[in-house]
């Protein structure tokens, strides 16, 4: 186990820097589907001599960094982004002769670790560190976006089979001394976020509720709170009238010397409905379990309800394994089993006495495990990983699914502090969706409605064919277009090649064709281009920057070579694994430090010199427009109305039926005898049946996401026994006239 501590710590000793104060200042601007967040770090030092420190914080992996300076006692140092062993020698001959400089980087072996180094720290000096990034919200399938802040940094497990190790340049590591989260005695963090389009809010403690207008988008609402340390905050965003596709045309800088930021990008984002995709395809599921000890208490008894969820919602052709793991791992079957009456009875059983209390978090060989295992007949295996973890050999993770055909990876990141790298490059290796739950939220629903997607078939082998003004064309980016799921939202982002006069503004449209097991299917959207005077936000690049790091990720999971990777992050200015910020001077652009020298890094590298042939670009307007599908959120249901609503599904029977029992009876607050009486029909079965769903759907349609899929087999069951299974629901409808409260 590797522990971080969260804060600033003074390289020397490994201690927290004495400070009279540090304050974190997050701004957040979100608009649309873009967040576009400004941190600031102040403190004053009350040290008598200079000092070299280390501020450690987490970020997601998916926020692109595109600018770092800082601030000492009125005198600003710019960062600029280079090839990282050239950018710590930079630092360190700086610091050797004497001069104030920065760094900031990814960790060596964590993508949404970030280390900022400050050097020679004046005594009794005040400073102010800033960092720009800007990151896309997600969205799930019920169409609510949320923008998650982190702010709690978990311990990294790094596994013993493991080639990742923690760093191993002794001058930039971490000296730690406690574990967990830790942080300065004096550290606060304060919030402020302007929304576009934004209404009513709702304050809670770890996030905040918005509702977004379509109508609305030329209004700003704002908010403002001091957060709890250790705490992941959220802003959730209820989109409200954006049933049509979005798109934002981005118009390119004036610098001609910069061959990516100059051009054109394009960002579209819509919600592909397919129609004839295939249902219920055979599939063999994967439940994957993190029961380490950090899972103890409420995020193991939401795990334990999931997979009850999981289990009873099955189709009955499919098969399935459950595997446990920790610092080791254990499989419920040698090999996935029929789903039937049997394997149902097991693993309810393994369901019932889950527990966390299997030690560390190694997830590379319980994975390895399911893939030794060979895939039969014409079943698609859907791997569910729930973690609450962290760990170090994410890279490892990531190769050994990308290699898998056949199949599909959904993570679910459980609480505050589980990697964002680990959730997000795990789910992209294996054409799956990562979700974040956090500890407020419900994991039940969340996992149901990935489920449902997951029998579907999702799209692959996608390409893109776009029909653009005269002249013009795409580029995608990321070059090799993600799977994608019907229904859930899809951003795409294209370099725009030729000529765009503002004359030839008009429609245009992009025709997206995949596969589906055997098919063939087309999905069109169609979109206009048009002008808008730029804003100051658009100034900065948004668009640019999300593109570059979403091209920058592909690369880095499909192991493209080093010296691309490098091109691309020091033209844009983001860093990735194989760059760095360091500090130079505002003014001059020559580094703080005098007397060394330094090589700086070349303009055009591969990746520039290959966009360079590609593109002839010139400055355009933009035009934007944004889209998301209305849902109304799942509301949380008191622990009474849950517990309740388990229980029944918990004595479903793997084909979807219910049998009349005492203990059935007396969830729907009735007498066997009572119950028998009113049936309609001679199989009790079938009324048992009837008498479950009319049950769930009068008193638990709050929660229907969750159960709907139970729901589903027993309207299978019902059809299969019966010529006319409504009749007998209406007949169920009549005599449930007892309230859930009754129960409770």
């Not at 595997?323 to 049997?342: A, H, T």
Request: a negative charge.
């Amino acid at each position: 186990m590797s522990h971080q501590n969260y804060g600033l710590i003074s390289i020397d000793t490994g201690y927290f820097v004495p400070l009279q104060r540090i304050d974190v200042q997050d701004l957040v601007s979100i608009n649309g589907l873009i967040a576009s967040v400004k941190s600031d770090l102040h403190y004053i030092s009350d040290k008598d001599e200079n000092t070299e420190t280390v501020f450690v914080f987490p970020l997601d992996s998916d926020a692109a960094v595109y600018e770092f300076e800082a601030e000492i006692d009125g005198k600003t140092i710019v960062a600029e982004v280079q090839e990282k062993s050239q950018a710590k020698e930079t630092y360190q001959d700086a610091v050797a002769s004497g001069y104030t400089a920065v760094y900031m980087s990814e960790a060596d072996n964590a993508g949404d670790i970030f280390r900022l180094k400050l050097g020679n720290l004046p005594a009794k000096a005040a400073a102010r560190l800033t960092l720009r990034y800007v990151q896309e919200v997600d969205v799930s399938s019920d169409k609510i976006g949320t923008f998650m802040l982190p702010r709690a940094l978990n311990p990294r497990y790094v596994p013993k089979c493991s080639s990742q190790n923690s760093p191993s340049d002794a001058s930039f590591r971490i000296h730690t001394i406690q574990s967990g989260v830790t942080y300065c005695p004096d550290f606060t963090m304060n919030l402020n976020a302007v929304i576009a389009g934004g209404t009513r809010m709702v304050d809670l403690t770890t996030k905040w509720e918005f509702d977004v207008l379509a109508e609305k988008m030329d209004e700003m609402i704002s908010s403002s709170k001091q957060l709890d340390n250790g705490i992941d905050f959220s802003i959730v965003l209820h989109y409200k009238g954006f049933e049509q596709p979005g798109v934002v045309l981005e118009t390119g800088s004036a610098d001609k010397n910069n061959p990516f930021l100059s051009t054109d990008v394009l960002m579209v984002n819509f919600s592909p409905n397919f129609e004839n995709l295939e249902n219920q395809v055979p599939c063999e599921f994967v439940i994957i379990i993190d029961c380490s000890g950090s899972m103890m208490g409420s995020r193991m008894e939401k795990a334990k309800e999931t997979l009850l969820l999981i289990l009873k919602s099955l189709p009955v052709n499919c098969k399935f394994n459950i595997i446990r793991f920790g610092s080791r791992f254990s499989s419920l079957f040698l090999e996935s089993s029929k789903y039937d009456e049997n394997s149902l009875k097991v693993a309810m059983q393994l369901q019932k006495n889950l527990q966390a209390d299997m030690g560390g978090t190694e997830i590379f060989r319980p994975l390895e495990s399911v893939f030794k295992n060979r895939l039969s007949g014409c079943h698609r295996r859907q791997i569910f990983l729930l973690t609450d973890g962290a760990v170090y050999n994410v890279p490892e993770l990531v190769q050994l699914v990308r290699k898998q055909k056949n199949t599909r990876v959904f993570t679910f990141g459980m609480g505050d502090g589980c990697s964002t790298e680990l959730i997000r490059d795990v789910a992209k290796a294996g054409n799956g969706k990562a979700t974040f739950v956090k500890d407020s939220d419900r994991l039940q629903s969340k996992v149901m409605s990935v489920l449902k997607a997951s029998i579907q078939s999702g799209i692959t082998d996608v390409t893109l064919t776009w029909s653009l003004p005269t002249g013009c064309t795409a580029i995608n980016v990321p070059e090799n277009v993600p799977a994608i799921f019907d229904g859930e939202m899809f951003i795409l982002y294209c370099i725009i090649s030729g000529n765009v006069e503002e004359s030839l503004f008009g429609k245009s449209s992009v025709v997206l064709t995949g596969h589906a097991g055997d098919k063939t299917l087309d999905y069109k959207m169609n979109f206009v281009l048009g002008s808008k005077k730029q804003t100051d936000a658009d100034n900065l690049y948004p668009i640019h920057r999300l593109a570059a790091k979403a091209s920058l990720t592909e690369m880095e999971i499909s192991n493209v070579k080093e010296s691309l990777m490098v091109s691309l992050s020091t033209t844009t200015n983001i860093t990735c694994k194989y760059t760095a910020f360091v500090g130079v001077d505002k003014h001059s652009k020559e580094i703080v430090a005098k007397g060394f020298s330094v090589k700086k890094q070349t303009e055009k590298g591969d990746y520039m010199a290959y966009l360079a042939k590609k593109l002839a670009m010139r400055k355009k307007p933009t035009e934007r427009f944004y889209g998301v599908e209305e849902r109304t959120q799942t509301s949380t249901s008191d622990t009474c109305l849950s517990s309740v609503m388990m229980q029944l599904i918990e004595i479903q029977a793997f084909d979807g039926s219910w049998q009349l029992t005492d203990n059935f009876s007396k969830i729907l607050g009735n007498t066997m005898e009572q119950l028998r009486r009113e049936s309609p029909v001679a199989d009790i079965d079938i009324w048992a049946t009837a008498l479950a769903v009319a049950f769930l759907r009068k008193n638990f349609l709050e929660q229907r996401e969750e159960w709907e899929m139970v729901e589903e087999k027993a309207l299978k069951w019902l059809s299969i026994k019966t010529n006319d299974d409504k009749d007998v629901l209406q007949e169920a409808s009549k005599i449930l006239s007892s309230s859930i409260n009754d129960f409770c």
